[in-house]
């Protein structure tokens, strides 16, 4: 019987994992776990260096650098699969002349319990895989409740977003928020005008400052528009930069045009944002219910529109007032191209340019 | 109390009743709600009121349905992750007994705020054992004696389990392990997920 028998035998509990190489370099035993990885034939007799290749550090090649690297760690794998690859440390012993090589699969612990059909008995007692098995499943398992959480919490969101009347970046009411009191205010048969207020330049401030500095503005434009108009007035932001705006009880133009004038130099200001001057203007139309015999939403919002346009026509910062005539010369200037439509507008008196 | 204690007896409920009967649970425990979310905090008041509806609308024993509660959460297919979990503790059900006094800090390893009874193992010699269970919600002596049933299933182990009652405020169990491999018990391999 071999004099480091008990040794060996106190090494397979301890490190299951451990390969022994003798003073020729053959191996001379193998631990119970270790020999699993080679799928049942032994490598016992076999040198140490054709069974296994130290890839870090690169010149462990023979026994006399294999001891020389005692006690560092080393990076190994079998020269049958690149794929599996090891750590390591090497001490002299338990014979004179003999070096331990106790293996260990590091973090491809997860595939390597899985390719080998590995369970607890094949690791020490103290060694803390099965833990980290444990804790890996364990996190996934809560890692899977939160994401469908994640996922039931996003698409609620979508529908909540969906269903909403208001716009989340200024507060205002969206088109959806709109819509829905444009027809309360027909079905109630109330007088009021509706404005649309587009902004002018706004694209290039989002280009050239960034969409920070766009939303600021926005929220900057909506506020402005807020307060101009009374409480019961409301106010919308339909599209990027598109606001309209539901004026109630005012039937006379001056007034509306004396608003929409304020407003237009309000925003022509230049707005502040983390020292740059963004600067914007806006273009509006605006339309009466008292123009109609029936008031119909969606024909106001046309009409508010092409007055809209006038204005920009006329040199955009304008307030234009819808007119039959303005109707006609759109439906004349299709397919002739666009050219100034001549409508009465008003334009605010306004310091600078801001084209 | 942690969303998943109340989205387990939810599961409980209406994997094993339907999910009408967990309307009519919830309906008495916590109106205005009709589902759990494990990953949420609910108010501790919540989940009593919860187990003592469905006692009421299941018909079942409070005692008789927290051990049922606590077979149905390591047995049942749908939990499944939950039994590889438990499975993690030991290589046989002595081993897994020793691994109880551990359990509450294991689950605060994979959930940070889940707290679960205090358990306290005594051995008391020729495979005798007391388990101790202190926990916010009555019964939990109860629910570990469902679980610690259905786990000795899982290894395969014959036991014999009985609640001895409350002392001070802690459940004590008592177990009889009778033969450790008394069946060949279901499979466990470390390196499956589930």
């Not at chain 1, 451990?18 to 990885?37: E, Q, Y």
Request: overall charge negative.
């Amino acid at each position: 019987m071999d004099a480091q028998t008990p040794l060996r035998d106190m090494l397979d509990v301890l490190c299951p994992m451990n390969v022994i190489v003798d003073a020729d370099g053959a191996i001379c035993n193998v631990g119970p776990t270790a020999l699993r990885i080679f799928g049942g034939y032994s490598p016992v007799k076999k040198s140490f260096f054709d069974v296994f290749e130290v890839a870090r550090p690169r010149d462990i090649t023979c026994t006399q650098s294999l001891r020389a690297a005692a006690g560092r760690k080393l990076h190994l794998h079998l020269h049958a699969s690149q794929k599996r690859a090891l750590k390591a440390v090497a001490v002299p012993g338990p014979g004179p002349d003999e070096i331990t090589v106790n293996l260990s699969f590091g973090i491809s612990v997860i595939d390597a319990v899985r390719a080998h059909a590995l369970t607890a008995a094949d690791f020490a007692p103290t060694d803390l895989a099965i833990e980290m098995l444990y804790l890996m499943e364990a996190k996934s398992a809560a890692m899977e409740a939160s994401r469908g959480l994640s996922r039931r919490l996003q698409s609620a969101r979508a529908q909540a977003e969906q269903q909403a009347l208001t716009d989340t970046l200024t507060g205002l009411s969206n088109r959806r928020g709109l819509d829905a009191m444009l027809a309360e205010m027909l079905a109630e048969g109330e007088e009021f005008a509706l404005m649309h207020v587009d902004l002018d330049y706004f694209k290039a401030v989002n280009d050239t400052l960034g969409h920070a500095a766009g939303d600021f503005v926005l929220q900057r434009v909506a506020e402005i528009l807020r307060s101009e108009v009374r409480s019961h007035d409301t106010v919308a932001r339909t599209g990027g930069d598109e606001f309209v705006l539901l004026l109630r009880q005012v039937a006379e133009p001056p007034i509306l045009d004396q608003i929409a004038l304020r407003m237009i130099e309000r925003l022509t200001q230049p707005i502040p944002f983390e020292g740059e001057d963004c600067q914007i203007s806006a273009s509006a139309g605006t339309t009466l219910t008292s123009y109609y015999e029936v008031a119909d939403a969606e024909r106001m919002i046309t009409d508010a529109d092409l007055a809209l346009y006038a204005s920009k026509n006329a040199g955009r910062a304008r307030h234009t007032f819808y007119t039959e005539d303005l109707r006609a010369r759109m439906v004349e200037r299709r397919g002739a191209g666009a050219g100034n439509d001549g409508a009465a507008s008003s334009a605010p008196e306004v310091q600078g340019d801001v084209a | 109390m942690h969303g998943l204690v109340n989205k387990a007896i939810q599961s409980f409920v209406i994997d094993n009743y339907g999910a009408t009967q967990w309307s009519a649970v919830v309906r008495v425990a916590h109106p205005g709600c009709t589902e759990f979310e494990a990953m949420w905090t609910y108010e501790d008041a919540i989940t009593p009121r919860l187990l003592e509806a469905s006692s009421d609308v299941l018909d079942r024993p409070y005692p008789e349905l927290m051990e049922d509660i606590g077979a149905y959460l390591v047995s049942h297919p749908n939990l499944e992750p939950l039994r590889r979990l438990m499975r993690f503790g030991g290589m046989d059900f002595e081993d897994f007994l020793y691994s109880l006094d551990d359990l509450p800090d294991r689950a605060r390893l994979a959930v940070a705020d889940l707290e679960l009874p205090r358990l306290d193992l005594r051995e008391l010699g020729e495979g005798r054992y007391v388990l101790s269970c202190e926990g916010k919600i009555d019964g939990s002596g109860h629910l570990f004696l469902g679980l610690l049933r259905a786990m000795a299933d899982d290894y395969g182990a014959l036991v014999t389990l009985d609640h001895q009652g409350v002392q001070n405020g802690v459940e004590q169990v008592s177990i009889t392990l009778l033969e450790a491999a008394f069946a060949e018990g279901r499979e466990f391999e470390l390196g499956v997920r589930a």
